[in-house]
């Protein structure tokens, strides 16, 4: 009974563990999306920014700049959690006026 107990510990911590390296993860993440409509003539290319946290994305935000250049959209999205709680807002400062200066 203790050792099933024990076992079961640990994989609740695991587990626990899991979810928290996974919720701490600051990687930028592009995805790409197609949507075809008849309610749309020509093409748009929309980048949805989200989720940010005031985090660093290279020098500068460099990474995160470079990522939305290179798709060349149409429209820039900003849909929430650019700053954070806790981190201190200088990061997202530095994005919100770079990104402004090059749209």
Request: one cysteine or more; proline letters at 3%.
């Amino acid at each position: 009974m203790k050792k099933k107990i024990v076992v079961i510990s640990i994989l609740i911590a695991t587990l626990l563990l899991g979810f928290v390296i996974d919720g701490l993860d600051e990687t930028l993440t592009i995805v790409y999306y197609d949507i075809e409509t008849d309610k749309v003539s020509e093409p748009v290319k929309i980048a949805v920014v989200a989720d940010l946290h005031s985090c660093d994305y290279g020098h500068e935000q460099s990474d995160l700049l470079d990522a939305i250049r290179e798709t060349d959209p149409d429209i820039i999205v900003m849909v929430g959690d650019i700053v954070d709680d806790v981190l201190p807002q200088d990061k997202a400062k530095v994005f919100m006026k770079a990104i402004g200066e090059a749209y």
